[in-house]
């Protein structure tokens, strides 16, 4: 089965940057869509980013400072977060959907405070 392993979250201070990792095991993936997501606390999970073989999206809140990347090789997704403010914190998820996949990761978290 899938899993999903993420890495790279931490504590940084506003106006730092932190790189997201999440690495799928397996072989032989057909992924569609490699995505992260986040979730802070009393709030919704929400769509950060998204990656196909040709797009991408951001949602608003990040769009200019954020960056989604993959590597269908190495089964990657990485999400570089630059000009980090406070309202970042949360708990971040990648997330993978192709075919017979459809898997999150476990989260990692992600806290920007002085």
């Known amino acids: 089965q899938v899993q999903l392993v993420e890495s790279g979250g931490g504590l940084v201070e506003p106006g730092g940057s932190l790189n997201l990792s999440c690495t799928a095991s397996?072989?032989?993936?057909?992924?569609?869509?490699m995505a992260w997501f986040r979730q802070a606390p009393g709030k919704q999970r929400e769509m950060v980013a998204s990656i196909t073989n040709g797009n991408t999206y951001y949602g608003d809140s990040v769009k200019g400072r954020f960056t989604i990347s993959r590597d269908n090789a190495k089964r990657t997704v990485d999400l570089q977060m630059n000009s980090l403010q406070p309202e970042d914190t949360a708990v971040y998820y990648c997330r993978f959907v192709g075919v017979g996949v459809n898997r999150w990761g476990q989260g990692t978290q992600v806290t920007v405070s002085s």
């Open positions: 397996g072989s032989n993936l057909k992924i569609n869509v």
